[in-house]
């Protein structure tokens, strides 16, 4: 299900990075996902989930990542930022 939820995400990262100077100066997204599973997970199996949809976000972006920026997430730099 990953498949379907990194373009939703994705969808919702480009609107609103058009649309985010009109929330202010200083505002937020929160996306909060809804997991399969209803048991207590443990902050490993979250953690996996986050990196598996950032990876998919970034294989798929439609702009090439920064040159500057490293994609490995072991460095202490790394950054995600949203590019009009």
Not at 4 to 29: D, H, M, P, W
Not at 61 to 73: A, G, L, S, T, V
Request: with cysteine.
């Amino acid at each position: 299900m990953i498949w379907r939820t990194y373009k939703f995400v994705a969808q919702i990262l480009k609107e609103y990075s058009i649309n985010s100077r009109q929330f202010g100066k200083c505002s937020t997204l929160v996306i909060f996902l809804k997991t399969s599973s209803s048991d207590n997970l443990k902050v490993e199996h979250y953690e996996k989930i986050h990196w598996k949809l950032i990876n998919q976000l970034t294989e798929h972006d439609e702009k090439e990542w920064p040159i500057h920026i490293p994609k490995d997430p072991q460095q202490n730099v790394l950054s995600l930022m949203l590019i009009r």
